[in-house]
Structure formats: structure tokens, C-alpha cells
């Protein structure tokens, strides 16, 4: 069976990617399969950018096609913020996701509701040598002020889905990869996989 790695060490991403490949034809390894720690600087002023550094990286290490993704929230009242930097969105040294809703959250007093916010996602797949193809997601929404459900990760809890009347975070794994940024960007770049997926297997 052909692999295809997970360039990405967060827990979260890996579980709604595991769920989101199932069927794929692939055997799909996390960098914990391979021995992989890398650290990379995300250090590019786009999420194309930054997910092509991180999937190229463990392509060239691994030697296997590989998947990364790059993803932020982005609040209309906050100019776009945080964006890019979403998962470095505190002042506190070793924030955690909790310590990311709480600040952003401050960020917000002051501004009127509704809070109107959107999660962007963009995926790369990169084969080992360095072809990247690329595709994007967008889930809008609104920030609400406490948090609701016990599934998902970072801002989940906070981020009231457009029409569903739930927070991303309470929301069932099926629901979530229907309609977050990151199921409609991983389904958009599937044939394009999966082409690169049968190209292996008649080499």
C-alpha cells in the first residue's frame, strides 16, 4: 500500500485528517511512525507559504508524499487578526490554546456584536523533490464570548459555525469534517492525491 505521511505533530489536525483520508487507498503515518521531530520556523507571511515549508520538509526527510496544512482564524473587528499568527496568538510565554481564547477574547471587549470571523485552511501536498499542488478552505462564523463543547482544539470552542447554531467544538467529528476550513480544503486537493497515489503505484 502507498504511504502518505502527516507533516504535522498537532494532535488535533492529525485526528480530523486521519478521519478525512479514510477510504484514500494509502497508509497514512504521522511523523511519531517515522522517528520525525522536526522543528520548523513558520516564518512566511502566508498559510501557503508555511504549509509548503512544513509538507517539502517532511517529503525530502521521509522521502514519502506528504500532507501539512496551514490554518488561522481570521476576526473582521480585529482587521483579519490573528491570522497567521493563531497559534501564537498571547503574550504569555507557553500559552496554551485556553490562554489563546482568553487573550482573544480581551482583544474583542469594546468591539460590538456579532463578531464576525472566519477559519481559513491551506493545504499542501508536496512529493519528495519538490512538487507542491496546493488547495484552500473557509468556514465563516462568529466569535461568541464563552465557550461551548468539548470536542475539537484552539478557538473551536468559541467559533459559532454559519447556520448550524453550534461552536466547531460541539460539533461530532462527521459534522466538523462537512464543513470546517480544513475538510473543505483537504476534499478539494483529493483528486489531485489521488492521482499522485496511482502515479506511484504504476511506477
Known amino acids: 500500500m502507498t504511504k502518505l505521511l502527516l507533516a504535522t505533530q498537532n494532535k488535533g489536525k492529525i485526528k480530523e485528517l486521519q478521519d478525512l483520508l479514510l477510504g484514500l487507498g494509502a497508509e497514512i503515518l504521522i511523523p511519531e511512525d517515522l522517528d520525525l521531530d522536526l522543528d520548523i520556523e513558520e516564518s512566511a507571511c502566508t498559510y501557503l507559504d508555511n504549509a509548503t515549508q512544513k509538507a517539502t520538509a517532511y517529503a525530502n526527510k521521509s522521502n514519502l508524499l506528504s500532507l501539512a496544512d496551514d490554518s488561522g482564524l481570521e476576526v473582521e473587528v480585529l482587521a483579519g487578526a490573528p491570522g497567521i499568527f493563531s497559534a501564537r496568538y498571547s503574550p504569555k510565554p507557553g500559552a496554551n490554546d485556553q490562554d489563546r481564547r482568553h487573550y482573544l477574547l480581551k482583544q474583542l471587549q469594546g468591539h ?3 463578531w464576525s470571523a472566519k477559519f481559513r485552511c491551506t493545504v499542501v501536498l508536496a512529493a519528495p523533490g519538490g512538487e507542491t499542488q496546493f488547495a ?13 463543547g ?21 460539533l461530532s467529528m462527521t459534522e466538523k469534517n462537512q464543513v470546517s476550513h480544513r475538510a473543505l480544503a483537504v476534499r478539494s486537493l483529493l483528486p489531485v492525491l489521488d492521482a499522485h497515489l496511482k502515479t506511484v503505484l504504476d511506477s
Open 112 to 114: 460590538a456584536r456579532p
Open 136 to 148: 484552500d478552505g473557509l468556514c465563516p462564523g462568529e466569535i461568541i464570548p464563552e465557550e461551548r
Open 150 to 170: 468539548e470536542g475539537g482544539f484552539g478557538y473551536d470552542p468559541i467559533f459559532l459555525v454559519d447556520k448550524m447554531g453550534k461552536t466547531m467544538a460541539e
